[in-house]
């Protein structure tokens, strides 16, 4: 052969460049060995895992979200289950005929358009529809479409509808994720566990299961306590909303704590959201204001200027102070009080009471700037309280800057800003004795069980004043309800109150001046004030439309100050008795701090029956068509749920489990709109 | 060259090699009967084929379960392909290769026209218009293409001997040939096909000894045409981009490379088992076509893999052998082109499978599912075992004895009616 080769060099030459040809798919193949063993070896594991990945990714589900309840067990917000229903598109033949029948059992309630496009997709898992009612699912199951399956998912609900909404928040997007208020704050303990269903195909190629999810209620996430008290809460809202309609003014909000504690017992924003209905709202509408919305205190800051002042020694109760007739000329400024006055030199009392701005200004005036900063810091003002959601600061200038005239807008509250909840904070130390709490909003954090996996006690972040001092001040704002003051509105048949009205100027944000419309009325104080048991402070943002309209503390806060006071005093076991006389002399010897066994705490009322029916000042109106309560009993809370939706009336739950016992029972009238309060039981 | 002239060879006197001269092979100088074919090939094809039926019966299975509640759809399918292939074996082994010398002009003619047609009355599938129907039978005219441009290459090689060192001679025509394929492949659009052809044609110029500076310019202008045809179409530009940056768009243009690459990895050195691969459920499609390989390497890992790629290696070296084993050039060319389309396609699929090469859409021979390529692929084993068995060609052989016999009986029957004319008139 080789001589033959030789003897003819084209013969060679051929079969060298077949060779040659074949050398190049040669190595064509050991590449492709070669790059084959590459990937295994070095993207092996990753590779067997993004695989495994993606059989699962699109069935990973969360467990149920767990429950925001107030003090006392009523369930805030809950998850309840619904029905999701998902395909596989691969296993439709007559994808356009399937949707058809699905639109038609989900009472066209998809989006045909986006479920075509997923349906055409190639994917392996889409959602057809998610978290629709359960009887719609039923419908869905019906259908037995080879391909299309249901399972059990949680929704979010809030059976009180707008109670403590804006606190609260909502969720949102496909995995329920906090979004705002309690429900982002506490995202990480509410949120159930992952959980993947066995659906669709597996590595064999099983075909997918249409069952119902497994259980996962041991994957569910935790539950919020709050301290919120719904029925002060319901006060609160209710009283906030009536206020805010009878003075046409825009919003407002309300602060309920107990001094002794610190315990947020109500916390309330006007005008009501419905996190149920997030959708119909905007970013405004679901604004926390009590703890975000800064505003200019006005004269109820009054009462820091006058603490200060006796703290530090630099004035007394007895002193008398000159307040020029109410105006005063400082530099270029004048400063003037609300109402002309004849007189000149007046008592501290008298200060308070009418609220001069000018002997505001005197009592400052006794210390130096610095000082009175100082103890504007100490009582809270231009910091975070400490509230698990987010807050706003407030803030006070650099005391050793301020012009005279800002000392003296300062003395009376203008020129620097707070939130509501530091207003109320600072009164719980006039209250409680002189110590600053810090405030509490949740009680604790239970897991599925109940069992209480952390707990959070009072804390006093420092003591501000001395007992006296806080004795007398709460002296002096007792006579601001008293007759001749500014705030008798605010007044109690039946026990003492110390508050002080606000009435203060804002700024327009457009023109970024003092505007003639704009004013902040607001009325803070606590009761009883002798021995306080809650501080309640409201506020109220007026946009004046006509000349007559109110505007001042005394006339839009005060009423609702003292209707949440008169109703919430019961509720936390304060009772006016026969026996009391009516204006104690001295405190100590007042009869309701006997009556008051456990003022810090509220937890003698966690064993009473279900709470008493506290709408006072609703008015019922039975109509034509007069409406009975239906029958729970028996029932489990979905379908609570339901019937109640049907009703359109609101539902307290108690307890898990069926429904047990009911108030108002099964064939009472009903208003329009009205409350039952449902005990639950039984769940194992 | 004349310094070896008149050299024997065992018994055998070989005439002086001039340039002009006709090359005589070593296959030439066997006996008659020649020898007999290469069992070695016929053995790695029906391996392949079996592992074909089987992988694609694994691939196919549970989606057309799902789609036509009949899971073996695809493996009867393909199972009736593979024994219209061996009846075509069968042919090809018993017809004398040499007969294809007639026709190389008619098959390039016919498989032109049918490229034509296919241009207007073709099915369309997945965006490409490849298919023709006649009759109930659909056939890809562009496998069958390959076939008719190897036999072509063969005879025109063959013929024009060393003259294909001439531009005019050797590189005009075939050149014309190429582009007139290539248009009508573009037109398809068939990517890879027309990647094969061209590889084929100017491979097979290049053993016959064309000038290297011709293929080299060829080769280079031939690659700015390509790339002129990637950037021209978007779909062919996506491929590209996807084989570069694989992750740039991972569930768009690079998700079935990705899925496969995945597929493979996943699969480790023995594989997860026959039948146990997840990317048949969907995540890798057509993978019982065109990624039939990344089955292999998910089922039967690393191994099963190397198994194929060595069988390929293996076919590949048994046609050169019968290449180098023809009794004449014409067999030689035609043995060759069988093979390097073979392992041409082989490799490239395979390197697209495991993400080396950009996606062409070329199938697997003998593995993938498809009716023409398999029948054509054995029909085309059936002549490469023809042709190993180099017998000699009986037909020009005997030659001259026929045309003895003709004219002998040519006479005769003029006799026999000059006799009859002789008796009906007297």
Not at chain 1, 222 to 244: K, N
Not at chain 2, 242 to 249: H, K
């Amino acid at each position: 052969m080789s001589g033959l080769l030789a003897r003819f060099p084209r013969l060679r030459r051929v079969q060298f460049r077949m060779s040659l040809a074949v050398s190049v798919v040669f190595l064509l193949l050991i590449a492709v060995i070669y790059r084959a063993h590459y990937v295994h070896a070095e993207q092996g594991e990753e590779l067997v895992k993004k695989s495994e990945r993606q059989m699962n990714r699109e069935l990973t589900l969360k467990a149920r979200r767990g429950s925001v309840q107030d003090r006392n067990g009523t369930l805030l917000a809950v998850s309840v289950e619904v029905s999701s229903v998902y395909a596989n598109p691969r296993l439709l033949d007559d994808k356009d005929g399937a949707l058809e029948l699905l639109a038609e059992a989900l009472d066209g309630d998809i989006d045909r358009d986006q479920v075509r496009r997923r349906l055409h997709s190639g994917r392996g898992f889409v959602w057809i529809a998610r978290r629709v009612s359960p009887a719609l699912g039923a419908r869905v199951k019906k259908l037995k479409l080879p391909g299309v399956g249901i399972t059990a998912e949680a929704q979010r609900f809030y059976p009180l509808k707008e109670r403590a909404g804006h606190l609260l928040g909502f969720v949102g997007g496909d995995d329920y994720a906090g979004l705002e208020g309690l429900e982002r704050a506490f995202d990480d303990r509410l949120e159930g566990g992952e959980y993947s269903l066995p659906v669709t195909t597996d590595s064999r190629g099983r075909r997918m299961y249409t069952g119902d999810a497994p259980e996962f209620t041991s994957l569910e996430g935790q539950s919020v306590v709050l301290t919120i008290d719904e029925r002060l809460q319901y006060i609160a809202e209710t009283e906030l909303a009536h206020g805010l309609k009878r003075t046409h003014a825009s919003s407002g909000s309300v602060v309920v704590t107990d001094p002794h504690t610190g315990e947020i017992l109500a916390m309330a924003s006007g005008p009501q959201f419905n996190p149920n209905l997030r959708a119909e709202y905007e970013a405004v509408d679901w604004r926390n204001r009590p703890v975000l919305d800064t505003f200019e205190p006005g004269s109820i800051f009054k009462t820091v200027t006058l603490a200060s002042a006796l703290q530090e020694g630099s004035a007394t109760l007895d002193d008398r102070f000159d307040i020029n007739r109410g105006k005063l000329k400082i530099g270029d400024d004048t400063i003037r009080d609300s109402h002309a006055t004849p007189h000149r030199w007046v008592s501290v009392r008298h200060i308070i009471k009418h609220s001069s701005n000018i002997g505001a200004y005197r009592i400052a005036r006794t210390q130096s700037r610095e000082t009175f900063g100082n103890y504007i810091h100490l009582f809270g003002f231009g910091e975070r309280t400490g509230l698990p959601i987010p807050e706003g600061r407030g803030r006070i200038r650099n005391p050793s800057k301020w012009p005279e005239v800002t000392f003296a807008n300062v003395a009376f509250g203008q020129g620097l800003t707070i939130t509501n909840l530091q207003m109320n904070m600072a009164l719980g130390a006039m209250a409680n004795g002189g110590e600053l709490m810090k405030p509490r909003l949740v009680k604790e954090i239970v897991d599925r069980n109940g069992e209480t996996v952390e707990a959070f006690g009072p804390e006093v972040r420092r003591r501000v004043m001395s007992p006296e001092v806080a004795k007398k001040t709460a002296e002096v704002m007792m006579s601001v309800v008293e007759e001749g003051g500014t705030g008798t509105a605010a007044g109690d048949p039946h026990f003492k109150v110390a508050g002080k009205t606000g009435t203060a100027h804002k700024v327009d944000p457009r023109t970024r001046q003092y505007s003639k419309r704009l004013y902040t009325a607001s009325f803070v104080g606590f009761v009883p004030a002798d021995n306080p048991a809650l501080v309640i402070t409201v506020v109220v943002n007026v946009e004046r439309d006509w000349r007559g309209q109110d505007y001042s503390g005394g006339t839009v806060a005060a009423p609702i100050f003292a209707r949440i006071s008169q109703q919430s005093l019961p509720l936390v076991g304060v009772l006016p008795t026969s026996k009391r006389p009516a204006p104690a002399a001295d405190p100590a010897e007042a009869p309701e701090k006997v009556a008051r066994k456990t003022p810090s705490t509220l937890s003698d009322r966690t064993e009473t029956p279900p709470p008493v029916e506290i709408g006072i000042s609703r008015p019922m109106v039975v109509a034509a068509d007069t409406k009975l309560m239906p029958s729970y009993l028996g029932k489990s809370l979905r379908e609570s749920l339901a019937i109640s939706t049907q009703e359109g009336h609101r539902v307290q739950v108690h307890g898990s489990g069926w429904v047990q016992g009911q108030w108002p029972g099964p064939g009472t009238v009903l208003g329009d709109d009205d409350t039952v309060h449902l005990r639950l039981a039984g769940r194992d | 060259m004349s310094a070896h002239a008149g050299k024997s060879i065992g018994h055998l006197e070989l005439p002086d090699a001039t340039e002009d001269d006709e090359v005589v092979l070593p296959g030439s100088q066997l006996p008659a009967e020649g020898r007999s074919f290469d069992a070695v090939l016929l053995a790695v094809v029906i391996a392949l084929v079996g592992l074909g039926l089987v992988m694609v019966y694994s691939a196919s299975a549970i989606q057309n379960q799902w789609h036509f509640g009949d899971g073996e759809r695809l493996l009867t399918r393909q199972a009736s392909h593979v024994v219209v292939g061996l009846c075509a074996m069968l042919i090809g082994l018993r017809v004398d290769y040499r007969w294809y010398r007639r026709m190389a002009y008619p098959m390039m003619i016919g498989t032109l026209l049918l490229l034509v047609a296919v241009l207007f009355i073709g099915t369309k599938l997945n965006n490409a218009t490849r298919w023709i129907s006649i009759a109930g039978i659909t056939f890809q005219p562009s496998e069958i293409l390959k076939l008719a441009l190897v036999v072509y290459m063969a005879y025109s090689l063959e013929k024009k001997r060393h003259k294909v060192a001439k531009f005019s001679i050797g590189i005009i025509p075939h050149l014309m040939v190429l582009g007139v394929v290539a248009f009508l492949l573009i037109r398809q659009p068939d990517f890879g096909t027309t990647v094969i052809c061209s590889t084929l044609i100017l491979g097979m110029l290049f053993v016959a000894g064309a000038r290297l500076m011709y293929i080299g310019t060829i080769v280079l202008f031939g690659v700015a045409l390509g790339a002129l045809a990637v950037v021209t179409s978007p779909y062919r530009l996506d491929r590209v981009m996807g084989w570069l940056e694989p992750n740039a768009d991972p569930l768009g243009i690079s998700y079935q490379v990705n899925q496969s690459v995945m597929a493979i990895g996943s699969g480790g050195l023995f594989g997860k088992g026959l039948g146990a691969g997840q990317a048949k459920l969907g995540y890798v499609p057509e993978l019982w076509n065109d990624f039939i390989g990344a089955a292999i390497g998910e089922e039967l890992g690393l191994v099963g893999l190397a198994v194929v790629c060595g069988l390929f290696i293996v076919l590949v070296w048994r046609g050169l052998k019968i290449a180098f084993g023809a009794r004449e050039m014409f067999g030689m060319y035609l043995a060759f082109g069988i093979t390097l389309v073979f392992g041409l396609q082989a490799s490239v699929n395979l390197g697209v499978v495991t993400g080396l090469l950009p996606n062409t859409g070329l199938t697997l021979p003998f593995i993938s599912n498809g009716g023409t390529a398999t029948a054509l692929a054995l029909f085309c084993v059936g002549v490469l075992l023809n042709i190993s068995m180099a017998r000699e060609d009986t037909w020009e052989a005997e030659r001259g004895e026929r045309e003895d016999d003709a004219y002998t009986d040519r006479v005769e029957r003029k006799r026999v009616r000059y006799l009859r004319r002789k008796a009906g008139g007297s």
